[in-house]
């Protein structure tokens, strides 16, 4: 979707995408799968890539892009508090269908774990790291295309800013001090998106032949079977690099 927008424009895009909708939704109906279902997983799969990429189009800048989807993301967990009154009531049934799912399979989830918190922050960075990854690398095929492209930056080059780092500090010391639920996943969420930044200081370093292409492919590797850990080690490096600048550090040194 990113790169049918990068190449030919919004409207070819919509159309194809309406064209593989109809396609889709014929298939869902020939097989008794729930149509709702599908417009649902269609319309938020391919909506809000479409939309970041006629923003990076309209903008011409892959950091501003991406900064502004770490704003709607947070600006989305906020309005979630607000309109849901219980997120324990809202989150029941889905929990309740995963544990299901863990039992057919012979696993055991550990509800406790997976409280009504950690599954709003859950969702809004697995939603907001799907969208990201489909924007970045709709963007990177769009760039090796034959045909001239336009260029909106470069992936190692993101940085989310001072205000955002800011930001995070500032709801991050609110929570603490308030303690609202709310708060202290809006100040996690700003802190893991900073990952993102962190991962692109290292394509920076690999640019400047500061690490061989191997410590590149080995973060690559880790990042899924010590998500976790790596993913805070990364948003620490990003986080501070927004504040200390280590990339024009380097290129002065």
């Known amino acids: 979707m990113v790169l049918l927008v990068l190449a030919q424009g919004m409207r070819q895009a919509v159309i194809k995408a309406l064209v593989a909708a109809a396609a889709v939704l014929t298939a869902s109906m020939l097989f008794a799968t729930p149509v709702a279902s599908v417009v649902t997983l269609i319309a938020g799969t391919w909506v809000p890539v479409l939309l970041l990429a006629v923003l990076l189009q309209n903008t011409r800048s892959l950091t ?60 809004a960075l697995a939603f907001w790291m799907l969208y990201i990854t489909g924007l970045l690398l709709g963007y990177g095929l769009y760039r090796k295309l034959p045909a001239e492209t336009s260029h909106y930056g470069w992936f190692r080059d993101l940085n989310f800013g001072r205000v955002i780092a800011f930001t995070m500090a500032l709801v991050s010391l609110l929570a603490v001090v308030v303690g609202v639920a709310w708060l202290r996943n809006v100040a996690f969420v700003l802190f ?20 061989p292409p191997g410590a590149v492919v080995a973060v690559y590797v880790l990042v899924p079977l010590l998500q976790v850990l790596m993913i805070t080690a990364l948003a620490v490096v990003g986080y501070m690099d927004a504040w200390f600048g280590f990339r024009r550090r380097m290129k002065k040194a």
């Open 64 to 123: 501003l892009t991406v900064q502004v989807s770490v704003i709607i993301t947070v600006m989305t967990m906020i309005g979630f508090h607000v309109v849901v009154e219980d997120p324990v009531a809202f989150w029941q049934p889905h929990l309740d269908l995963m544990a299901e799912v863990a039992r057919q399979s012979g696993l055991e989830l550990n509800e406790e774990l997976l409280n009504a918190e950690v599954m709003t922050v859950s969702a």
């Open 192 to 211: 893991v998106t900073f990952w993102m930044q962190g991962l692109a200081l290292l394509h920076f370093m690999r640019a400047e032949k500061l690490i």
